[in-house]
């Protein structure tokens, strides 16, 4: 476009030059070797710029024959190369379509029309072939000379660590990774193994600074960067707890500023200023945090911050959290364990089944089910609460790639993978029921709890004295005559049912295998059984 431009301005000059020409007519008179020559200016002008563009054409001509030889060269080379590189192309889609035969062939060719040290793809191309067919020895060696060439380091350390992956030769793909991550800290494969393999390691202080590397070469998003820096510091807070409650309260009250979402750095960093006796800065931490979020393990540090409180301090300090976040299932929760701790069974009870009708999971009827042992020691009552705990959907954990830990962890046991685990459900629960009648509510619990019932009054003396009884009329009803008409007791009952008068005896009925009375000092017969003057009902 530009030249085209250039062109249309020089034609409109010449054209206005030769009309400023016509419009002053004159002669131009040249007295060469004696002789007079004139003629008009236009007719000269004409010449002159009629001889300059036969000159231009002329050395032209002698240029292009010239240079001849060099062009027919440059013409075949350049086709070759073209020849060379459709064969690359042509072999690089082969070899990602899985064609081992056509990207073997296609990488020969393309050696033969290109040179290989002008173009490193050559050696790419063989090294995926020889992956495909199986040649794994050959393509390492490809590999490793690529990654001996400053042009193709990057790629030859790729296919090195990838190599040593398959293997599960995971410490030389650590190093490859490390090799490829202190030479180009803005690839991702190379960061993000070498991060994994130095958290793995407990090298805080290497894997923080390697993600300020990635950070300053915009590998990664700040946002992402500064999560990750949480997750590091918080990890390297939770080994300093125990033997530097200082430092980890630094890292991580830093962790927090990055990212002030994050339970667990609120959590250690609480642990720490209760261990240097800053209570006060620990539970505004810790109050926070549960504002943002209340988390379970939030609250019981928030509750047990001191070891020495009483139960009632605890159920304040619950109280308190519940003020925070009223109408909430975790700090019902809360609540209803610090009062079951301080045995105060009717605000326990109702707490729980407050969060139960809220969000009726695994934790509400547990602690239902504990907190009808402590109260009435009914085995049937508790027995239910149990069964409404296994029927309905479980709590939130800590989960990483199918993985379910009780506490929160920097790294991934299963991969490896940094920052994998989230708070959450372990597994996914279908919305709705599955089938008519499998929903749960608190209200159809309450509904169908059984009656308490009357505790027993015998002492231990007593009972075992029943017991024995109980054995010997047992051994007397096996050893009693079948003409004799024995009237069965029932399985469940205490008393036993008047015989019918009749005038024959009555055949014996069969003992059954399943359901009849067992040989168990547990159930009695009543008919040979003493009159005590307190009888006891035993199930």
């Known amino acids: 476009m530009v030249r085209l431009v250039i062109f249309a301005i020089i034609v409109l000059l010449l054209g206005y030059g030769f009309s400023w020409l016509a419009d002053r007519p004159g002669d131009l008179s040249l007295v060469w070797s004696g002789q007079l020559y004139q003629t008009k200016l236009i007719v000269a002008a004409s010449a002159l710029i009629a001889l300059i563009a036969a000159v231009m054409v002329a050395w032209w001509l002698v240029r292009v024959i010239w240079t001849s030889p060099h062009s027919v060269a440059r013409y075949f080379r350049a086709r070759k ?32 029309l290109i040179r290989a040290d002008q ?35 990057e790629l030859g350390l790729r296919g090195l660590y990838l190599e040593a992956k398959r293997l599960g030769a ?18 991702p494969w190379a960061a993000q193994a070498t991060l994994e393999s130095r958290s793995q390691a407990g090298r805080w202080d290497d894997a923080i600074r ?106 304040k300090r619950a109280e308190k959290l519940e003020a925070l976040r009223p109408n909430n299932v975790e700090s019902l929760l ?43 020691g009914d085995q049937g009552r508790v027995r239910h609460w149990l069964a409404q705990a296994l029927k309905a959907p479980r709590d939130p954990a800590w989960v990483a790639d199918g ?7 920097p790294l991934s046991p299963v991969t490896g993978r940094l920052d994998a685990f989230f708070w959450k459900a372990p597994f996914g629960h279908v919305e709705g029921p599955v089938e008519e009648g499998t929903a749960i509510s608190i209200e159809g619990a309450l509904k169908t709890l059984p009656p308490v019932r009357e505790a027993r009054q015998e002492s231990p003396v007593n009972d075992h004295r029943i017991i024995e ?47 009849g009375a067992p040989d168990d000092p547990g159930v009695r017969n009543p008919s040979l059984e003493p009159e005590p003057k307190t009888r006891l009902r035993l199930f």
């Open 334 to 376: 809360v609540v209803a364990q610090a009062a079951l701790d301080i045995r105060d069974f009717g605000k326990a009870r109702a707490k729980a089944e407050a969060a139960a009708r809220i969000e009726p999971r695994e934790a509400a009827f547990l602690l239902l089910a504990d907190i009808e042992e402590a109260e009435t």
């Open 403 to 409: 993985y379910v830990s009780d506490k929160w962890l």
């Open 170 to 187: 995971n410490e030389a793909a650590r190093q490859y990774a490390e090799k490829a991550a202190e030479n180009a800290p803005y690839l």
């Open 81 to 112: 190369r073209d020849r060379g590189y459709q064969a690359l192309s042509t072999g690089l889609i082969a070899a990602g379509a899985g064609n081992a035969l056509m990207a073997r062939k296609m990488a020969a060719r393309s050696r033969g």
């Open 210 to 315: 390697l993600l300020e590397q990635q950070k300053a070469a915009r590998v990664i998003e700040k946002a992402e960067a500064d999560r990750l820096r949480a997750v590091l510091l918080t990890a390297r807070a939770t080994e300093k707890l125990e033997n530097d409650p200082s430092g980890a309260r630094d890292d991580a009250t830093h962790a927090l500023k990055l990212s002030d979402d994050f339970e667990p750095a609120a959590i250690v960093a609480a642990k720490a200023l209760f261990r240097e006796d800053k209570l006060r800065k620990a539970a505004s931490i810790l109050e926070q945090a549960w504002k943002a979020n209340p988390h379970p393990e939030i609250g019981a540090t928030y509750v047990r911050a001191r070891s020495g409180d009483s139960t009632a301090d605890r159920l």
């Open 119 to 153: 173009e490193p793809l050559i050696a790419l191309l063989e090294a995926q072939a020889a992956l495909i067919e199986g040649r794994h020895d050959e393509a390492r060696a490809k590999f490793e000379a690529m990654a001996n060439d400053p042009e193709t380091r």
């Open 469 to 515: 009884l109980e054995r010997a009329a047992t051994i007397a009803e096996a050893a009693r005559p079948a003409t004799t008409p024995v009237t069965p007791a029932p399985a469940k009952s205490a008393a036993a049912k008047p015989a019918k008068d009749s005038t024959e005896p009555a055949a014996p009925e069969p003992r059954p295998f399943f359901g």
